[in-house]
């Protein structure tokens, strides 16, 4: 079963035919609202809001473990992340989809691993490819099935927010490499390695980073509400889209 994640701007997913709501409990408290479950094209899929219903939960206090121990436990197997994110790299304008390919993380505080030290040997995940390629190869090609540009790899930043970061600390990412800057893609995407989910992340651009393009003198919060509604009006077609690939090409629900 595909789990799909929601990010700022995919609260919901109006495209999902949805049979009922589930509050799950796990031993890591609680996730970030009740699961919702459902059909979308045709496959059964169980959808969470990263920061809640009402988007209330900031990224720094956004319960991961929580959200991926309650989608694995209920069955699901693989896990679509939906982000929003501010481009850094001169061609990754507001508008843009990308299928990250790599991960910088910046973050600092939050709860990281299930491993806590005192119920079994200590665990090294291999994480030199931090998304699952054969996800990320779905996601693309699903997406020119549809018609749909999609960049195909961007270095992410997950840096701590809440607050956005400054054009120096931009710069700085720059020069470590990064293209796009986000702040909930760490830990989650380790931890859907530890639980050995395959994940992968379709990112929305919502605004030029700090001091980058229309950003230099600061992020115009006006015009990211437009942004968002309408690339996540082509997130949810690709999503559905997904479903129906995924089942013809032997992927049950
Ligand atoms: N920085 C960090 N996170 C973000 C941004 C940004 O510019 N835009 C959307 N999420």
Sequence with gaps: MLGIIGGSGLTQLANLDVSHREIVR??????????????????DVVFIARHGYGHIIPPHLVNYRANLHAMHSVGVRRIVSVASVGGIRADIAPG??????????????????FQSGIDGPVVHIDFTEPYDTELRQQLLSVAAQVGEAVVDG?????????????AAEIDRLERDGVEIVGMTGMPEAALAR????????????????????????????????????????????????????????????
Aim: charge should be negative; hydrophobic fraction near 40%.
């Design 154 to 166: 961007a270095v992410y930043a997950a840096t701590q927010g809440p607050r956005l970061e400054t």
């Design 26 to 43: 796990t031993p890591y408290g609680e996730p970030s609202g009740p699961l919702t479950f459902g059909r979308l094209g045709c496959q």
């Design 194 to 253: 530890e639980l050995e989910l395959p994940y992968a992340a379709l990112c929305v651009v919502a605004n030029w980073a700090a001091g980058r393009g229309d950003s230099v003198h600061g992020i115009r919060f006006e015009s990211l509400e437009a942004v968002l509604q309408q690339a996540m009006g082509r997130v949810r077609t690709m999503l559905e889209a997904l479903c129906s690939v995924s089942r013809h090409s032997g992927e049950g629900p």
């Design 96 to 113: 843009t989809l990308l299928v990250p390919h790599q991960i910088i993380d910046y973050t600092w505080g939050r709860e990281m691993t």
